[in-house]
């Protein structure tokens, strides 16, 4: 299949799964995750209309952003050092998705000052406690949020998460409730909105939506394997 018709796919089963979720059309964004493919196919996803692409690399999105064009939205998804989170705000990707830690979100709020602008980031959470992966564990952000809250350059638009690998995609619902259940705790503390909840990939993307998510991150469904 080519990347238009996987595309025209996945957008029909997102579709499919805000109607089962009772949710409005259109109340999910796609995010089209072109890490390791070409820019080139990245140009067969836009002129099939997907204007919204992630990155995992810095790198990678440096190369592919201005080979493309000037209304593609990226988002970088992967983890980012600290010292790469200047030229990650210069780049001007639109959102940070993976901010898994407070001394990260301090960078990013820092740099974004110097450079006089205000940094979109969603936080990571670690939702499954998996010491391989990355992210705020829910009680250390509970007892960081005002802290993260009170930092002067960031625009904390939501939560991401990457559950533990499981046998079926119904394994991972427990997760994305939890992600979903934990936004919530947070916007009743305030004062931030959280519209975002960043989950759900290739696999399990159907089931995120039924469990909140606004926004998912598809890959391999789209351009294929790796």
Same mark, same amino acid.
């Given at each position: ?6 595309? $025209?796919?996945?957008? #029909? ?5 805000? #109607? ?17 493919? &070409? ?5 067969? !996803?836009?002129?099939? =209309? ?5 990155? /995992? ?13 000037? +209304? ?10 600290? /010292?790469?989170?200047?030229? #990650? ?6 959102? *940070? ?9 301090? @960078?990013?709020?820092? *740099? @974004?000052?110097?450079l006089e602008r205000t940094a979109? *980031? ?5 939702? +499954? ?8 564990? &829910? ?7 005002? $802290?993260?809250? !009170? ?16 046998? %079926?995609?119904? =394994?991972?619902?427990? !997760?994305?409730? !939890? ?16 519209? %975002? ?6 696999? +399990?993307?159907? *089931?995120?939506? $039924? ?16």
């Amino acid at each position: 299949m080519s990347i238009a018709s996987q595309l $025209e796919e996945v957008r #029909a089963q997102i579709s499919a799964a805000e #109607a089962r979720a009772g949710r409005p059309q259109g109340s999910v964004q796609l995010l089209a995750v072109s890490k390791t493919f &070409p820019a080139a196919d990245v140009a067969q !996803a836009y002129a099939a =209309g997907q204007r919204l692409f992630g990155e /995992n690399r810095l790198q990678e999105a440096q190369e592919k952003k201005p080979a493309l064009p000037g +209304d593609c939205v990226w988002h970088l998804i992967g983890p980012l050092q600290r /010292n790469k989170v200047r030229k #990650a705000l210069e780049l001007g990707v639109a959102l *940070i998705e993976a901010v898994d830690s407070l001394k990260l979100a301090q @960078a990013i709020s820092r *740099i @974004a000052g110097e450079l006089e602008r205000t940094a979109d *980031i969603l936080l990571e959470v670690n939702i +499954d406690a998996e010491a391989s992966k990355h992210g705020f564990a &829910p009680d250390e952000l509970r007892r960081e949020w005002d $802290e993260l809250v !009170a930092l002067p350059h960031l625009r904390i638009q939501g939560l991401m998460c990457i559950p533990a690998p499981v046998d %079926t995609p119904e =394994g991972a619902r427990p !997760a994305f409730a !939890a992600l979903r259940g934990l936004a919530e705790e947070l916007r009743a503390r305030g004062p931030l909105p959280l519209p %975002t909840l960043s989950m759900g990939m290739s696999h +399990d993307y159907p *089931i995120a939506i $039924e469990e909140g998510a606004t926004l998912v991150r598809v890959g391999s469904a789209i351009f294929g394997r790796r």
